[in-house]
């Protein structure tokens, strides 16, 4: 694999445009980070303490906050190292990791959202049938094929970006190592990669958003064909704060990558900071304050 890359190191750009305004742009990632992991920390202790939080719902909710906060640690350290200490010098091991291990999590994240859509959809739409269907054994299993789909799609990109060389350019206009941009860094015919990279990704996150939406058709026809007005309001609170990281994570994932390189904007380092920070920042706060039993 390194056997046809002469390019040993890229140089992560960061924020150019805001070059005098590095130490307080580290300052505001690193508090950023600190808030997302003792917030997310706190959501999982508080369930695995919390005998009565010991059902699907918050199981999946423990795993999506292990996520955040695996998500944010591939990426926001080496951001803040960058930024404090001027040195923007990734190597090429280490920007190959970043790659792999930010799809990786991000795409176990998002099969992890369309599961806890389907809970949701049973948990509304069967009550009385909730816990035969959600057993402890279907709750691991559908657990265990996020992180399952997470490994294969997140591998093959990876290994395909691996067996590419790099020559000269070593510039990546961004502050972490993103795929697409890697990708075109590369000196050698790059389509079939960008199209095999475009097809899994594309497919994990329409196939899952197809999922979260589907369920949620079914739920919103059950919540309005409830008698009253306050089981309609509870029915509602319990499935808030879940859609509302549907709607930040695949909006602006489907903005970021599912076109082609070609239409790869600046803009879409600030989507990036949507997803890698505030995100997981707001994560822990939505779930938490507006969730009667998380309270």
Same mark, same amino acid.
């Given at each position: 694999m390194l056997n046809h890359t002469t390019v040993t190191e890229f140089l992560l750009l960061g924020f150019p445009s805001l070059h005098h305004q590095e130490y307080l742009i580290a300052i505001i990632f690193l508090a950023s980070y600190l808030v997302i992991l003792v917030g997310n920390?706190?959501?999982i202790a508080l369930i695995l303490s919390d005998r009565d939080l010991h059902r699907p719902m918050y199981f999946f909710l423990c795993n999506l906050s292990s996520l955040?906060?695996?998500?944010?640690?591939?990426?926001?350290?080496?951001?803040?190292?960058? +930024?404090?200490?001027?040195?923007?010098?990734?190597?090429?091991?280490?920007? +190959?990791?970043?790659?792999?291990?930010?799809?990786?999590?991000?795409?176990?994240e998002f099969?992890?959202?369309?599961?806890?859509?389907?809970?949701?959809?049973?948990?509304?739409?069967?009550?009385?049938?909730?816990?035969?269907?959600?057993?402890? &054994?279907?709750?691991? &299993?559908?657990l265990l094929g996020s992180w399952t789909a997470g490994f294969v799609c997140a591998t093959v990109p990876t290994v395909l970006v691996a067996r590419l060389p790099f020559c000269n350019a070593s510039r990546i206009d961004h502050f972490f190592c993103d795929g697409v941009l +890697?990708?075109?860094?590369?000196?050698?015919?790059?389509?079939?990669?960008?199209?095999?990279?475009?097809?899994?990704?594309?497919?994990?996150?329409?196939?899952?958003?197809?999922?979260?939406?589907?369920?949620?058709?079914y739920i919103i026809n059950t919540i309005l064909r409830l008698p009253s007005a306050?089981?309609?309001?509870?029915?509602?609170?319990?499935?808030?704060s879940h859609f509302t990281i549907v709607i930040l994570g695949y909006g602006s994932c489907i903005f970021q990558y599912m076109r082609p390189s070609s239409?790869?904007?600046?803009?879409?380092?600030?989507?990036?900071?949507?997803?890698t920070m505030i995100t997981p920042l707001m994560s822990p706060f939505i779930f938490s304050l507006r969730n009667e039993q998380m309270k």
């Open positions: 920390l706190l959501i955040e906060i695996f998500i944010t640690t591939c990426i926001i350290p080496k951001t803040v190292a960058s +930024l404090l200490m001027g040195n923007k010098a990734i190597s090429y091991p280490a920007c +190959l990791t970043q790659f792999y291990f930010y799809s990786f999590f991000g795409i176990i099969v992890l959202l369309a599961v806890m859509s389907y809970d949701r959809y049973v948990a509304i739409c069967y009550p009385l049938q909730y816990p035969m269907l959600m057993n402890s &054994q279907l709750c691991v &299993q559908l +890697l990708i075109k860094l590369a000196c050698a015919e790059t389509q079939i990669v960008e199209l095999i990279g475009f097809m899994i990704f594309s497919i994990i996150l329409l196939g899952s958003l197809v999922m979260t939406a589907m369920s949620y058709l306050s089981s309609r309001n509870k029915a509602f609170s319990t499935c808030s239409h790869h904007t600046s803009y879409n380092k600030m989507v990036a900071l949507l997803n």
